[in-house]
């Protein structure tokens, strides 16, 4: 009950505020005044009616995860994050072992599985990106000056990153 | 003797040695990764998009690798279906029901090699009657204005989120979503940003890619990590696999219903092969009455819902190919594919480029013949690939993907909107919001707004121009009726349970 309704009203709010925009949107003399807004109104109002059904007849509710695990699947959203602005400045190789290994601990709470899985996969698949399909951009590694690693970081930091 | 002359100039593109070799790796590599729980076929296809790409292979072998992994993963589904009792995708939930009390019975060998046998059947039949319907189709097609395409896009989404979730409202938001993602980025008619917050790296709308990968590999971790990776263990013991004759001349008649049924299933828009198989193995059920004892583990139930699933993915590229609207998630994925290869599927197609419909249609018959001739003699090293634990797999899946997708823009952006939207995926698959309309809206939504558009602008605003053709007319009822209909046939139409132990 509870979980369709939070995500109801998540949902009413973003119809809202994407309809908002939608009246915003810029038009010229080549689109006309109200083409480029027509159909983003009728997704809006749509997906606000849509919403509301689901705050006033929501479903059972599905069977949460323990707190526990909500740590988890958080620091598992963190890992990737982090994971993929520092691909560019460290290069696949390094970066690759500990978010493996982070998630197979994850999934499997065994450290020497975990770490060893981690250290194979990023060999094993850099290996077979690079020699055997020969994906261009992907390098082995990179050693980053300061200020680039935390350009890097800072992406994910609100209001300081770009 | 066009189709023949078709075929042959299909066969001409497909049959060389360097795409059967390629047809050959699709196929195990397909196997495999619709044997692997957790990773369907959408998702195989999906991770392999970007990658494919990457590689820079030319359209045509790129469309042999894919289609042989396609239908490999939908042979693959059964295998985990038939040992483990969990399907590897949804279409291999109804092959749960009689293919594991088979396995139980020490039957495993026996299901496994009639169930290829049955999914043979079907998708060739399938492929066939694509070759015959499909050119058909694309004439119809050119009847189709914008404002038929409108109504057809709009049929689409209503039969998909009629047939494939169990609350509308949540389907239509999730077609809503994915819709709304689709309008973001520079508009194409005034050549403005629209909806897109002043953020730079939007203004070239989400690729969809992006959103797939995102969807369906990145959020299957978070569903490992809340269950620590539980029943990825084998189940049942394969033991010697001969082939048993007895069964599959048994169930002949069983396998050609249901690869009719299936295939019909999978031409309306939007419906898919969970419904194929699900009326198959249900007609089948009920032909064979009480005496027939489905759900026990007889060979029928094995071979309907198989030969059905199967049928219907084949039937599924018919409106894929002919109208460019996809009949379900895979074929979604299948059209994301071709978008990426700038095919644009619809019934200039076949007229325009035949080289791509044909050698595709060959490449499925390719595909199928290596794919029985693969499943047969080498089941059991598929069924050794099941037993590569979840601690291994999901991060090496999650690498894989990142690794895609970093390789087509190299941006660190697309790769955190990839994270996003697995954390999307998660909650919208726990709150039991179908996930595939998502991914429909973000591919289709940019045709149909040009639809609509092309509509005003032709009747000069006048909204009525929507409903003024007959077949406009007809598809907007027909759109109606998918999405209000099975709310009312919700009761009789229940699926039905998986059996636990």
Not at chain 1, 117 to 133: D, E, H, I, Q
Not at chain 2, 46 to 73: K, N, Q
Not at chain 2, 173 to 193: K, N, R
């Amino acid at each position: 009950m509870a979980a369709d309704r939070i995500f109801g009203l998540v949902a009413l709010i973003t119809a809202v505020a994407y309809l908002a925009a939608a009246t915003q949107i810029q038009t010229n003399m080549f689109s006309g005044e109200f083409l480029p807004k027509l159909f983003p109104y009728m997704i809006g109002t749509v997906a606000a009616i849509c919403a509301l059904f689901m705050v006033f007849k929501p479903d059972p509710d599905p069977e949460w995860p323990v707190k526990g695990t909500w740590v988890n699947m958080a620091l598992a959203v963190l890992v990737l994050a982090v994971y993929a602005v520092m691909l560019t400045p460290l290069g696949f190789i390094l970066p690759t072992i500990f978010a493996a290994g982070i998630l197979s601990y994850q999934i499997s709470p065994r450290l020497v599985p975990a770490a060893l899985s981690g250290l194979g996969l990023s060999l094993g698949l850099f290996v077979l990106f690079k020699y055997a399909l020969g994906l261009g951009n992907i390098v082995a590694y990179r050693v980053p000056t300061p200020a680039k690693l935390w350009d890097a970081i800072s992406i994910l930091i609100p209001f300081v990153g770009h | 003797m066009d189709i023949l002359s078709n075929l042959a100039l299909g066969f001409g593109v497909a049959l060389s040695p360097y795409t059967l070799f390629l047809a050959v790796c699709g196929c195990f590599l397909g196997t495999i990764i619709g044997a692997l729980p957790g990773l369907g076929p959408s998702n195989g296809v999906a991770i392999l998009i970007p990658i494919t790409f990457t590689l820079g292979l030319d359209a045509t072998s790129a469309l042999v690798l894919m289609t042989s992994v396609y239908y490999g993963a939908m042979y693959g589904g059964r295998i985990s279906s038939i040992l483990l009792n969990i399907p590897g995708d949804e279409p291999a939930l109804m092959t749960t029901l009689d293919g594991y009390p088979m396995a139980k019975q020490g039957r495993a060998g026996d299901a496994l090699v009639l169930s290829g046998v049955a999914s043979f059947v079907g998708a060739f039949l399938a492929t066939i009657g694509l070759m015959l319907l499909a050119p058909s189709l694309a004439r119809v097609a050119f009847l189709f204005g914008p404002a038929e395409y409108f109504a057809l896009y709009l049929l689409a989404f209503c039969t998909l989120g009629g047939m494939a979730s169990n609350n509308q409202a949540k389907a239509a938001l999730a077609a809503c979503i994915g819709l709304g993602i689709a309008t973001i980025g520079v508009d194409s008619s005034s050549g403005l940003p629209r909806l897109t917050g002043g953020n730079l790296h939007l203004f070239d709308g989400i690729d969809f890619l992006v959103a797939i990968v995102g969807l369906f590999a990145i959020a299957e971790i978070f569903f490992f990590i809340e269950s620590h990776g539980a029943g990825s263990s084998i189940g049942v013991k394969l033991d010697k696999v001969r082939v048993p004759l007895r069964d599959i001349w048994s169930t002949k008649w069983t396998m050609l219903r249901a690869s009719g049924v299936g295939f019909i299933a999978g031409i309306l828009p939007g419906a898919g092969a969970s419904l194929g198989s699900f009326l198959a193995y249900m007609s089948e059920k009920s032909i064979a009455g009480d005496k027939g004892g489905f759900g026990t583990g007889v060979p029928k139930g094995v071979a309907a819902p198989e030969a059905g699933n199967n049928a219907a993915a084949g039937g599924a590229l018919v409106p894929m190919l002919t109208l460019g609207v996809p009949g379900s998630g895979t074929t979604a994925v299948l059209l994301a594919l071709l978008m990426t290869l700038n095919i644009t599927p619809g019934p200039t197609l076949f007229s325009d480029r035949p080289e791509v419909v044909w050698g595709l249609i060959a490449s499925l018959l390719i595909a199928n013949v290596v794919l029985l001739l693969m499943n047969v003699p080498m089941v059991k090293i598929f069924v050794k690939v099941l037993m590569v634990p979840a601690w291994i797999l999901l991060p090496g899946v999650t690498m894989i993907s990142f690794v895609g997708i970093y390789s087509l823009s190299g941006s660190y952006f697309d790769l955190l909107l990839m994270v996003g939207f697995g954390v999307l995926g998660y909650f919208l698959r726990k709150l039991d919001i179908p996930t595939v309309p998502v991914i429909l809206g973000i591919l289709l939504g940019g045709n149909m707004e040009d639809a609509l558009r092309r509509a005003m602008t032709l009747s000069d605003g006048d909204a009525m121009y929507l409903f003024s053709s007959p077949i406009a007319i007809g598809l907007w009822i027909a759109a109606i009726a998918g999405f209000v209909a099975p709310m009312f046939l919700r009761g009789l139409l229940k699926k039905p349970q998986a059996i636990t132990d």
